[in-house]
């Protein structure tokens, strides 16, 4: 057993950590106010390698491997959820192409998504359901050399930037398809931005998909193998919803130290308070659980294993814990938290998202007690 972490990881930990002091942390308010998806930032993300982290170099990635992904993730997301999951949400379709791609895919989608070059979306939540796959009604109807696929996906994240998205799709009656779909593609319509109370400025969209030719070299695997490839790949989501889970804590553990150190009562400073130190000790214990969760099951996957049951464990315990940790940050601000001049105000409502996101809590569970009994 080893927890200590490599001189490359501690690198690439102190350059995100730079990365995201100075160019994330100075917009997060902007970006939560305004709702705008940040392009610039994305960008920058791409061309600091940022978006291709878990995969080999022969695929534009930069080969630091899932625990070097969660650690930048991590050290972004603290700075502002909202660009962290900017990262990680390309990484979900990176992951298909990357596992169930062919060479010429990994070429034409894996290559410029993980060099930044490209943005990468993935769609399968429909009006009726973001649960359960069984119920997605998307058609793919099949053409001469490829699809007509018609629908209409809900909450697509960075839809307003993304040039390529992994768009879920059934045959008539048959199982589930991955496609790649290119965004520029004729019948492939961005809504306006849904409103959203945390992860503001994710362009997260309806999509509608006015029978989009799809070529039948976009499909991702086998035929009818989708099901298999979202359970798969919603475990690498799922590895980084909990790691910005771990992160919104922690931003929201070290304001609450600050405050609770400067704001008085009765003359001396709250933190020495027992009742405020029962919260931060509370926070801190939760953050270093999740944590370690977070890296193991990122350590298993560069041990190239399956962490369907390791994600949804470090997803449901973080997500939870975020919730509860940033509910203490508010507390321990007393209504200065309550300000939405103070950051740990849109910390809570970003904590919040990842209970619900990417697999509800209650999902999570079903995945968890499937493996135990
Ligand atoms: C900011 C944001 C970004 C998103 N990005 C994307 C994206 O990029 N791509 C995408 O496809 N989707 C995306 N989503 C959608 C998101 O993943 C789904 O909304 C989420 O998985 C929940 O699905 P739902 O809203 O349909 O909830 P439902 O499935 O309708 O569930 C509602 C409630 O019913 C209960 N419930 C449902 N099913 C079960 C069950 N099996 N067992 C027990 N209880 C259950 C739970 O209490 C649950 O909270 C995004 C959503 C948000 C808010």
């Known amino acids: 057993m080893d927890f200590n972490l490599g001189e490359q990881e501690k690198m690439l930990q102190a350059a995100a950590r730079r990365f995201a002091t100075d160019l994330v942390g100075p917009r997060a308010a902007e970006i939560d106010a305004s709702g705008q998806f940040p392009f610039d930032l994305a960008e920058e993300m791409g061309a600091q390698g940022y978006r291709g982290l878990p995969y080999p170099v022969k695929y534009g990635g930069t080969g630091a491997g899932y625990a070097g992904y969660v650690l930048a993730l991590e050290q972004i997301c603290q700075a502002s959820m909202t660009v962290g999951a900017i990262m ?191 919260h931060l000790a509370e926070m801190a214990s939760r953050i270093e659980a999740s944590r370690w969760m977070v890296y193991r099951a990122a350590f298993l996957r560069d041990q190239g294993l399956s962490i369907r049951y390791e994600s949804s464990l470090a997803k449901l315990f973080a997500s939870q814990s975020a919730v509860e940790v940033t509910r203490m940050a508010m507390q321990v601000h007393g209504s200065y938290g309550a300000m939405k001049t103070m950051p740990v105000e849109r910390l809570y409502r970003d904590a919040k998202m990842t209970e619900i996101y990417v697999g509800i809590s209650e999902l999570q569970r079903n995945i968890i007690a499937s493996y135990l009994v």
């Open 88 to 278: 990680a949400i390309n990484t979900v379709p990176e992951e298909a192409v990357f596992r169930f791609g062919n060479e010429e895919q990994k070429r034409a989608f894996l290559r410029p998504l993980a060099k930044g070059e490209l943005l990468g979306g993935i769609a399968f939540t429909e009006a009726e359901t973001g649960s359960d796959p069984g119920l997605i009604t998307t058609i793919a109807r099949k053409s001469a050399d490829g699809y007509v696929v018609t629908g209409q996906k809900q909450f697509v994240a960075l839809a307003p930037a993304a040039k390529l998205v992994l768009v879920f799709a059934r045959r008539e009656g048959e199982g589930l398809n991955a496609f790649i779909v290119d965004t520029s593609s004729s019948g492939f319509i961005v809504r306006e931005p849904c409103e959203t109370m945390g992860l503001r400025g994710l362009g997260t969209s309806v999509v509608y998909l006015d029978d989009v030719y799809v070529p039948g070299q976009n499909l991702v695997g086998e035929e009818g193998q989708g099901f298999d490839i979202l359970l798969e790949i919603m475990s690498i989501a799922r590895l980084g919803v909990a790691a910005e889970a771990v992160a919104v804590s922690q931003a929201a553990l070290e304001l609450s130290v600050d405050y609770a150190r400067e704001r008085k009562a009765r003359g001396r400073p709250i933190a020495k308070l027992p009742t405020i130190q029962w």
